[in-house]
């Protein structure tokens, strides 16, 4: 029997090269070996203000995404985690075995609320309830995050272990995988906070469908320092981050990496890191507009992917109810 794989991600906003590289490229390469189960979280998505219309646009423009990057329906089920009720049904039980402060330490909340003062609503702060319920319906082994999300796996893991020992052995305990390298790729226009969907500030990210010129202009402006010397070094976290992208996107080895560019500059380390960047996304633009318009084929893939891992939650979901007395 293979292992489990379950992942997520919010359709909304432009996905970043830090989600690919955090997340969605480690998820193509895992497929083949694990039973894998990819979820595009919409129903996270409403804890912050959304348009009805975008964000259904926004959910099938995300499921084309994942499959132009590499993800294959004969390997993965893709499906949209509002299509599967027992997730949110699952997450009202988990809440009221969740104590109030252990959902207060989560940092997430606090930075989402920080940076949305006029709309803190419950599900925001219920959020990792929702998560923790998309994961253990699917008796996950192992979840491929970034390390953004390992503070929500550690409450995964206690109000899973806590379930299990008040009321039954109900859920497996699913581990957080997070690569050595691409865990947190850093804004390129501030290498010390997270590179983010959401900012809206112009040279931050790269998206995935950004055009060649749009890559190389931000690349270009991306913060580096005064040092002469291109090596890897985590103190100075302009270059760093930048050659941690390079590193990802060329697979090259870092002693590699650190003998290409000895007595080169800036210049040419940038030049090449847009290279690098523009030659692994332009095959994914083109597969992405070739099969974004293709509405029957993507429902085809998600219908799919809902069959097959629907009864999975419905089998934990009503062990759970039983478990704590709901029939
Ligand atoms: P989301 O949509 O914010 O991000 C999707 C994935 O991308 C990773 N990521 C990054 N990795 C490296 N560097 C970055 N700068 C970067 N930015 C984002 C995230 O860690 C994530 O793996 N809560 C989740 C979605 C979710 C989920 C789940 C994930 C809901 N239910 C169950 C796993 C299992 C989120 O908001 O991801």
Known sequence: ?????????????????????????????????????????????????????????????????????????????????????????????????????????????????????????????????????????????????????????????????????????????????????????????DPTSKMSKSSTAQNHAIFLLDTPKEIEQKIKKATTDSHSSIVFDPDRKGVYNLLCIYELFTQKSREEIETEFIDQGYGVLKKRIAEAIISTLSPIQEEYLKIRHQIDYLAEVLNQGREKVQPIAESTYKKAKELVGLI
């Open 1 to 189: 029997m293979k292992q489990r794989v379950f992942s997520g991600i919010q359709p909304t906003g432009k996905i970043t090269i830090g989600n690919y590289l955090g997340a969605v490229k480690n998820w193509v390469y895992l497929q083949e070996k694990y039973d894998s189960i990819f979820c595009v979280v919409n129903s996270h998505a409403i804890t912050t203000k959304q348009d009805p219309y975008l964000l259904r646009e926004q959910t099938y423009d995300m499921v084309a995404i994942l499959l132009a990057c590499g993800i294959d329906p004969k390997h993965s089920s893709l499906f949209i985690q509002s299509e599967i009720d027992t997730h949110p049904a699952l997450s009202w039980i988990l809440n009221c075995n969740i104590p109030m402060g252990e959902m207060e330490r989560m940092t997430q909340f606090k930075d989402k609320a920080q940076k949305n003062p006029k709309n803190i609503n419950v599900g925001l702060f219920d959020y990792p309830a929702l998560m923790a319920s998309d994961i253990l319906l699917y008796q996950t082994d192992l979840v491929p995050v970034g390390e953004d999300q390992k503070q929500h796996l550690e409450l995964t893991r206690n109000v899973a272990q806590r379930f299990n020992r008040d009321f039954g052995e109900c859920f497996k305990i699913p581990e957080p995988l997070i690569a050595k390298s691409g865990a947190r790729i850093m804004g390129l226009d």
